[in-house]
């Protein structure tokens, strides 16, 4: 039985422009009143994640900056540091097309920034010198710490609620999810996933783009 | 006609757990797409304000912290400063039961509290004293600078655009929002506001807590 849902939220909940679908929101308070948990990882802010949990009205702990950060009722806990990554960020963008976003006032585990693709692989190798990576949500690129992802933040989930890992559904759409496909968790994915994705899912619907909540949630008899 | 819509957020289309109604963002897009402009006014942190115009999909600048603060595409312009602000709840804190919201990380022009009904005149004749003053926005307390409210944000706007206030259409339910509904611009109120906004309003709505998002767009032609 699933008793906690972890949800990635761009391209997943949402559209190509990154609208949330009203039907995924509907979905999802069906979920919360049925007694199921339903947790947040992406990689947006932390407020960001706050306003999105209190707007939906959810009931589980959320994260943002790809697990770096977490929101438990009124306390943030905070499991890595940025000063690295902003300090790569400022290095880095002296010589190439990366550039931070404003976004960063709000992140306090990470870094945010936009660059073209032709430097992705002179980027990518000058923060793995640095203990760092970079990673793309859909919409941002981001240089986090190792150790850094969405598998971290489940598997903290995962021990705040004592669950086991067949208690917890997982439901993700890009590569930057590909952490907690890794888990021995359950695994759902819309329409719209990479094939890196698809090929990890138990299940993979046909709906995209946040249609797919209502079916997944069915699918594994959460409503 | 109508070109700019200034949204209140808690209890004008969120309901009182501060939900926000799937029927709202439905509405609030059509307006969108027929090319009229949506604008949010909360006293809200910004980057909250920032999730909830990235995932409805609005046109125009948002603001929080109850007009001191605006996100003008990236950019971020503040109108106040925190620094007395928080000096007060500090101190205040010491001798009565206001307590500083976690939110206050995430501000940068007012702070935000909670305290008992009962040290209301004290604080806020203690507020006064220093030239701030303290409102409620339905789920929060927050102490401000005087003249920053959702007027100076309106006005801010109607420059910004170069309208006159008869293109500009206000929708608010509570008196934090009264500043605006003295303004003379075109009012709405959903059938949950307070009296004092009811009576100020051209057009009171007979559905509630963003159900009547459609219903005053039709009002006034805009969907």
């Known amino acids: ?3 906690l849902v972890v949800l990635d939220v761009d391209g997943t909940l949402t559209d190509r422009e990154r ?7 509907i979905n999802i308070r069906r979920a919360v009143n049925s007694g199921v948990l339903i947790s947040f990882v992406s990689g947006n802010a932390l407020p960001v994640m706050f306003g999105l949990k209190t707007f939906i009205g959810t009931n589980a702990p959320v994260f943002g ?5 977490v929101l438990i009722n009124d ?3 905070t499991f890595f540091s940025k000063e690295k990554c902003d ?24 870094s945010a920034f936009t660059m073209d693709e032709k430097d992705y692989e002179f980027i990518s ?13 859909k919409f941002t690129w981001h240089v986090m710490n190792k150790g850094q992802d969405k598998a971290y ?32 968790v359950k695994k759902a ?7 890196n994705i698809k090929v990890k899912s138990e299940y993979v619907s046909e709906f995209a783009y946040g249609t797919q909540v209502g079916d997944v949630f069915k699918y594994f008899g959460i409503i």
């Open 153 to 184: 933040a489940v598997n903290f989930l995962k021990k705040f609620y004592n669950y086991d890992y067949n208690e917890i559904l997982v439901m993700g759409d890009s590569d930057n999810d590909l952490s907690m496909f890794d888990l021995p």
């Open 65 to 69: 900056e790809n697990g770096g950060i």
């Open 87 to 110: 300090k790569f960020l400022d290095e880095i963008s002296k010589t190439t097309s990366a550039r931070p976003m404003f976004t960063n006032i709000w992140r306090q585990t990470s």
């Open 1 to 3: 039985m699933i008793r």
């Open 189 to 195: 994915a819309p329409a719209n996933a990479s094939e």
């Open 75 to 77: 306390t943030i806990k």
């Open 125 to 137: 190798k000058e923060a793995e010198k640095r203990d760092l990576y970079i990673v793309n949500s």
């Open 19 to 25: 609208r949330i679908s009203t039907d995924a929101i």
